[in-house]
């Protein structure tokens, strides 16, 4: 049996999420659910790509993920199975899955469901089921058929040369901390021991922090987090509010000359 976790923009203030763990326990009740999040905010695909993105690879390879973020989009009425690095991703096919990794995926099913025209709640009626049986052991390729491609999303491009890492705020999080997509890796292969300056809004800081509580409340702080990524926020305070970080806002490293 593999484990299934699970992720929506549905909240926890109505019954949807119970339902659809209803449905996937009503097929497979030995099966386990785990909750990444389901205050995703509502259709935001950006933000579930983040979320999932910075979360699934704790988890087991095999592990089954079902993600209903913006799951009544019509553009695309496709419903898919897709396994990246080793793991199973089901859910809409809206460019979310595009977007949490960079590498190719070794196969993609759209899921066969006679219920896929007129379901008003897919995530219960369709991606569920799918869920339940993959998780159970049936093969992906029993659920569907075999797609070569899935709708894919350009996301943020750091732009990084020998003088300057050019990147910006991908996500500000639930404590106003502004997340960038500058690369921890990156940083370290252009810095070479040269000093260098994060340039943001109006503030310039030189320094990379060791973590939050690096600086005293009220401080600015500049960390690489958990994930690798530059973090830039306020020891006990919003960096969003009190500095005017917002997503997209564009974040430099300046390195000194060599």
Known sequence: MALITFMSDFGDNDHYVA??????????????????????????????????????????????????VNTLDRVSDNYIIINIEGHNFIGPDNGLFSLISEEQPQKIIKLSNPDIESSVFPARDIM????????????????????????????????ATKKQIAGNVIRIDRFGNAITNIDQEIFNIL????????KFGRETISTIHSGYASVEPGECFVVFNSNGFLEIGINKG???????????APVMINFDEE
Not at 241 to 248: C, I, P, Q
């Open 128 to 159: 569920a089921r799918a869920t339940a049986m993959l998780a159970g052991g049936t093969v992906m390729e029993e659920l569907g058929v075999v797609i070569t491609d899935f709708k894919r999303l350009l996301g943020r491009q750091l732009k």
């Open 191 to 198: 810095q070479k021991e040269r000093g260098f300056a994060v």
């Open 19 to 68: 339902a659809v763990k209803a449905r996937i326990l009503g097929i497979r009740p030995e099966l386990q659910i785990i909750d990444i999040s389901h205050t995703i905010t509502p259709f935001d695909i950006t933000h579930g790509s983040y979320v999932l993105r910075s979360v699934f690879r704790e988890f087991p390879v095999g592990t089954v993920h079902l993600t209903a």
């Open 238 to 248: 919003s960096a969003a509010e009190l500095m005017g970080l917002e997503f997209d």
